[in-house]
């Protein structure tokens, strides 16, 4: 993901000269062809995350689209009140960029575990927020942010996510994309957890799982969820996040707000700190986040919820 990122990104500075990316110090190998074809639109703002922003919103209100990176909490949770004061409060367009969604830099432990994020970002006002999950729909949320603009966070995953969708995706902000029709049970994901997803979904083929991923939080597609909870008898979601205040909370407050009397079951990760430490699929097992979890804990919900059936019969 982060590749066809910065793919994407200096395709799109070769042609604009207003387009601007600020590092805090890092991604080097990832940023260096950026930079070097770029030196005039290219800034490294040092380990130094709150001036990375305050300067970013500076140059967007004077004219320039402008990009922040860094990896996991950093350019968010550590520069908060200057996204919320200087780019939300100003509408300036700033896309904060984080690499490393999730439980990706798993090794570094909880400083570097980004699980909060998606939460946070949605609450600030103006933002809209973003976590694709597999490099199309990278390359379709940067689309929409290119053109148009304002306040963003992106986060994206390390390197090596495979890919998921076959063609190109055209995907307006705040859409969703919907992998296969007609199940009874529909799984919602987002960001780089959707490997794992379309693989429980293939296990569960017996029970007819389809799977739609969300790379947008907010704007979020209320409408899916509303056609879902007519359509399937099990709306799950999955998440490498907490499990207070991203995709699932965001599922549970349309379906609260709605009618519709269908099941939840949220998967994600418990909002708790943790000492554990490994690589992200050794982190993503350990949260009950792995494929044959996931599937696990479907079967087990659905197993449940045909007992009370029959027991209402």
Known sequence: MRNRFFSGLLAAALLDEDIVLITADLGYGAVDAFAEARP?????????????????AGIALGGARVFTYSIANFPTLRCLEQIRNDVCYHGADVTVVAVGGGLAYGALGMSHHATEDLAIMRAMPG????????????????????????PAYLRLGKTGEG?????SLELTRGGS???????????????????????????????????RSFPWLSPFDTAAIHDAAGRYRLIVTVEEHSIIGGLGSAVAEVLAESAAGVPLLRIALPPTPTSVVGDQEFLRAHHGLDTASISRRIRERWEAMRGLASQVR
């Open 177 to 211: 994309a919907l992998l296969g029709s007609g199940g009874n049970i529909l799984i919602c994901s987002t960001g780089g957890i959707l490997g794992n997803v379309c693989a429980a979904a293939d296990t569960l083929s017996d029970l007819s799982a389809d799977v």
């Open 163 to 167: 890919t998921v969708h076959s063609t």
């Open 127 to 150: 933002m809209a927020v973003a976590a694709p999950g597999d490099p199309v729909e990278v390359g379709a949320v940067l689309s929409d942010l290119l053109a148009a603009g304002g």
């Open 40 to 56: 005039g639109q290219f800034v490294n703002a040092g380990v130094a995350e709150q001036n990375m922003t305050g300067l970013a």
